[in-house]
């Protein structure tokens, strides 16, 4: 196998056959194409491609060229009413922030399983994680941990939304919707399913492995515990997963299907089949001597992305919804993006069109312009291709970058995967609400094409504007999100 050098479309590479389909989901509308560059400079050493050259991609102008205009009809703005997460800090929002904001790292040795004998032996893994009070003790110890941290997430998003058991029961609940994908699903349950009929024969695979392995079940799970009857299904489409949901609830609110969406990404997958598999990858840092200092996104010395995991969920809520109720308004989303690189399963194209296209389509969703954003939370994985690629893109949409604040989450939580753009649309959130940015830890030795501030080791003061949060997963699925201050 060949060596790779990133991971989720940020610059993986393996010779194999590639995929070229990429599945359609209710919910994501349809974005007018945009002119576009036909292609961005290469910087030397930044991307060594075995993969096939880019096609060339014709873009199509776009037939206005008049300011942006933000959406002002309140049916369809959409605000965040209500936060909730699984980390490796907690499921306290500020604590998380806090932990942040300090630059703990929170990767550590793993010991949920016998990782003595695996080349990879770290991550960011969960402990002490409690369900008390969200999952009856039966339940509990039947899911797998990807379900858990979904309904844990999920509820307390919807407790910080006040919308508890007792509200809820009170107001239509087939206009609230859930939409809170994974990547890898259940995997604990699939691992166990195969590995009893395996050992033991098809009789004594348990009736769950199933239904507690398939994606879709977060979503169900959290809908049947809540009662809510609004659109309910799951996107799988990698690292990008978490982004896809925030972008297609919104979508079912502005076009009237539901008046709130539950949505987000989880993901549980350090356990031994998902730490192999991307150790088999080659994906994955490997410094086993200093896990804190593993994850070190845009740093010269970076070598593979550290596994993390968890669940990051949001409240979106229409703002005439959201007024009407007297709800407490966090911030405001304001548009989003999706693309596919269409060139290859695992390696970022190299003129970064993919990339820059979806974050150019995402501010014309938002009805900003480039000069409004000053914050960017990146994909950021702490792989050798992925990040210098996401850089380049960046400062294509972006030409002067000079008031923009860039920080990689990652470098304290590793990447949690399918969680990812969940529990970093919080962390921009939060930036927005405190004034705070977060530093990006680990940064010793930057790379030289990497001009843009990327707030090293110490958080920094800072007034956000407009904020966006970048991700991107295998099979060449881009994502970003838009949001900003609220501001009736």
Known sequence: MAAFAGICSSGVRFRGKESGSLAQYHGLRPVESKKMASAMVRPSGSIS???????????VASPTVSAPKREKDPKKRIVITGMGLVSVFGSDIDTFYDKLL??????SLIDRFDASNFSVRFGGQIRDFSSKGYIDGKNDRRLDDC???????GRRALDNASLGTEVLETMDRSRIGVLVGSGMGGLTAFSNGVEALIQKGYKKITPFFIPYSITNMGSALLAIDTGLMGPNYSISTACATANYCFYAAAN??????????????????????????????????????????????????RDGFVMGE???????????????RGANIIAEYL????????HHMTDPRSDGLGVSSCIAKSLEDAGVSPEEVNYVNAHATSTLAGDLAEVNAIKKVFKDTSEIKMNGTKSMIGHGLGAAGGLEAIATIKAITTGWIHPTINQYNLEPDVTIDTVPNV??????????SNSFGFGGHNSV????PFNP
């Open 310 to 324: 968890g669940s990051g969920v949001l409240i979106m809520e229409s703002l005439e919804h959201a007024m009407k």
């Open 147 to 153: 379900w858990r941290y979904c309904l844990v997430a």
């Open 459 to 468: 958080k920094k003061k800072h007034e956000v504007h407009v904020g966006i």
């Open 481 to 484: 999100v838009v949001f900003a």
């Open 335 to 342: 548009g989003g993006a999706i693309t596919c690189d269409a």
């Open 49 to 59: 491609s075995p993969a096939r050259k880019c096609r060339t991609i014709r873009a």
């Open 102 to 107: 300090q630059g703990v790292s929170g990767i």
């Open 252 to 301: 079912h609110i502005r076009r009237g299907e539901a008046d709130i969406m539950v949505a987000g990404g989880t993901e549980a997958a350090i356990m031994a089949t998902g730490v192999g598999g991307f150790i088999a990858c080659r994906a994955l840092s490997q410094r086993n001597e200093d896990p804190q200092k593993a994850s070190r996104p845009w740093d010269k010395d």
